[in-house]
């Protein structure tokens, strides 16, 4: 079956702009959760929803940072007025249910560069 | 919060030798232990993964051991070959469901 999509998967913004990425998770799946991984590091947490609930959001930068999954599915994340720290690369994960030691799996990736 | 050191940083092996990787983690609450292999510009995958209740798992040529009481957990690949050669990530998960990953361990295996 399909796993989890991402798209776009470049995005090249100017400074000061307001950017979208979206995230497809797997079918089915309950959690969701959004990483930036920095050249060079591994993912760090930015936030993680539970259906349509966002039940943690302490790895949100700023307040720049918002994210969405209003219908308990599809994810967006949004950045705005984008700044030259912004760029990395935006992951996200989804798994089974909400219970914790469930596996998660990543997309590909959105490598955002803030110009 | 939970904190996640991992080493080394590089590490390169003859092809055939074995190679271990470790991390520590500062969070006694943490119960799940997974490892991830990323190739370049691609998505972390899971290789391996351990519960608390638990100390080592092995699949095939990846083995994993965790000390619960030195708060300490390391990856073991054996008979390495080429396609080994990737970015190893070590996570924790502790009372929420987020994971800490480590810092990476960069991983050639020369032939």
């Known amino acids: 079956g399909a796993g989890v999509s991402q798209s776009p998967r470049y995005k090249v913004a100017k400074r000061g702009q307001d950017v979208a990425l979206r995230c497809d998770p797997i079918?089915?799946?309950?959690?969701l959760f959004w990483y930036q991984q920095a050249l060079g590091q591994g993912p760090e947490f930015l936030t993680y929803f539970q259906n349509e609930a966002q039940l943690d959001k302490s790895g949100l930068p700023s307040d720049r940072f918002f994210a969405e999954r209003p219908e308990g599915s599809v994810s967006t994340l949004k950045i705005q007025r984008t700044q030259q720290e912004d760029s990395a690369v935006y992951l996200c994960a989804s798994s089974t249910s909400g219970r914790p030691q469930q596996e998660q799996f990543f997309g590909p990736g959105t490598r955002l560069t803030v110009l | 919060g939970e904190n996640v050191e991992q080493h080394p940083s590089t590490l390169s092996v003859q092809e055939g030798d074995s190679a271990v990787i470790k991390c520590t983690y500062s969070?006694?609450?943490?119960?799940?232990f997974p490892w991830y292999k990323q190739e370049l510009g691609k998505r972390p995958q899971l290789i391996i993964d351990?519960?608390?209740?638990?100390g080592e798992k092995k699949d095939q040529r990846i083995a994993v051991t965790l000390n619960k009481t030195a708060k300490h957990f390391s990856l073991h690949i054996t008979e390495t070959q080429p396609e080994d050669s990737a970015v190893y990530f070590c996570?924790?998960?502790?009372?929420?469901?987020?994971?800490?990953f480590g810092t990476g361990t960069q991983l050639k295996v020369e032939l």
């Open positions: 351990i519960r608390s209740n638990v």
């Open positions: 079918s089915g799946h309950v959690s």
């Open positions: 996570a924790a998960r502790g009372g929420g469901n987020k994971l800490t």
């Open positions: 969070d006694s609450a943490s119960n799940y």
